[in-house]
């Protein structure tokens, strides 16, 4: 049986990203998975205010555990910069386990170079993952992340770009940042990030009932958008268009699932007149498996700047989608099953939406080619194969 230990600064089991989904597609297809990772969840904005309630503490207990049949080796941090997570003892845990492959989430990272340093001395295959978008690069303290990443560069990149057999991208944007930020050589991979296609499903009874708990008619028509309320995402410049179409028909909603940052969210909804507020239902942040439930029951979803993999969860779901013109992940558009207005314009993006609130049929042709490119080429399973390929 092959290893695959997959190395990362920050692991969270009970939300459904790539390094939790690839490591349980890739032990279901019978491959030994061990997750070497740090004690520390991911330093989400406002933590105790937004996650804390669905993932708990932050701060993990060290060792080993078992967490949804995933074996999980914590170790002590020892310090985080910039969402990054310095802790020792990768070495010692490869010369242990003796992988077969190592898969590194973000190559700018701590444990990335003792991952490469680790490989003069040990026989195995090294892949290197990265999902960073430029506007996660330019939030925060630019200068000082000029400087972390001028080091790298200097000291590290080209260590970095000699170890490593492959480099993943899950989009165009991010291959950008692997090359200019990051300063790595080589050929870089794009595999997009997927969905689980039996959580993400479509449900007309759970449509109905949160419908009705929202005194929702049948013919009233709800846009989605879940993830992160913050500037970067663009939710401004949803709540803009669903102002330009509440005035126009009173039977559009609104519905934001998320939380963010600081009154940004208190900002956007004082843009709303009275009676588009009584149109607009914010849920706080939901556990991937109970959001198919409120996909059920939206008819778009929307999100205005930055990818998401909530756009594969509400392709799943059989839900159409509205992303801006300049998107990176070209493959969760591919079969026909999104609408891409020009990034930035409200008034387009208030005129997409609209096309798909007059044409219900589109809406549901458009939602039934999501699920099917989700079961052909975007499930977790189908993305793990592409990590079996490689």
């Avoid at 126009?248 to 507020?277: D, R, T």
């Amino acid at each position: 049986m092959k290893k695959i230990l997959i190395v990362t600064d920050y692991y969270q089991p009970h939300i459904g990203y790539s390094k939790v989904q690839v490591a349980k597609n890739l032990i279901e297809k019978g491959y030994n998975v061990k997750v070497l990772t740090s004690d520390r969840f991911f330093p989400f904005p406002n933590y105790k205010s937004t996650v804390q309630k669905i993932l708990g503490e932050r701060i993990r207990s060290v060792g080993m555990h078992v967490e949804n049949g995933i074996p999980i080796l914590r170790k002590k941090s020892v310090l985080e910069v910039f969402a990054r997570d310095l802790f020792f003892g990768v070495r010692e845990e490869v010369e242990k386990f003796r992988p077969d492959t190592v898969l590194v989430y973000t190559a700018a990272s701590f444990s990335a170079i003792q991952v490469a340093l680790a490989k003069r001395s040990f026989n195995f295959k090294l892949i290197f993952i990265d999902t960073l978008l430029p506007s996660e690069f330019e939030r925060g303290n630019r200068f000082l992340k000029n400087i972390f990443y001028f080091a790298y560069r200097l000291f590290f990149s080209k260590k970095i770009s000699d170890a490593g057999d492959k480099f993943i991208a899950a989009q165009e944007e991010t291959t950008k940042i692997i090359k200019d930020v990051y300063g790595i050589k080589g050929k870089i991979t794009l595999i997009d990030q997927g969905t689980d296609p039996k959580i993400f499903r479509y449900s007309l009874s759970e449509r109905m009932k949160l419908r009705n708990k929202y005194r929702l008619k049948k013919k009233d028509f709800v846009m989605v958008y879940t993830g992160k309320i913050i500037l970067a995402k663009g939710v401004d410049l949803l709540f803009e268009a669903f102002e330009l179409l509440a005035r126009k028909h009173n039977n559009v909603y609104l519905l934001v699932i998320g939380s963010g940052e600081g009154l940004f969210l208190e900002k956007c909804k004082f843009s709303l007149s009275a009676s588009s507020k009584k149109r607009f239902i914010h849920v706080l942040f939901q556990p991937g498996n109970e959001l198919y439930k409120y996909y059920s029951m939206a008819d778009v979803g929307v999100w205005p700047l930055q990818e998401s993999l909530s756009m594969n969860d509400a392709a799943s779901c059989k839900i159409p989608f509205i992303a801006n013109d300049h998107l990176g992940a070209r493959t969760r558009i591919g079969n026909n099953n999104a609408l891409l207005y020009k990034q930035g314009d409200v008034k387009d993006l208030a005129t997409k939406i609209e096309y798909l609130y007059k044409n219900p049929q589109k809406r549901i042709e458009m939602g039934e080619r999501g699920r099917e490119l989700v079961e052909k080429k975007l499930s977790w399973s189908k993305i793990a194969e592409e990590y079996i390929r490689l």
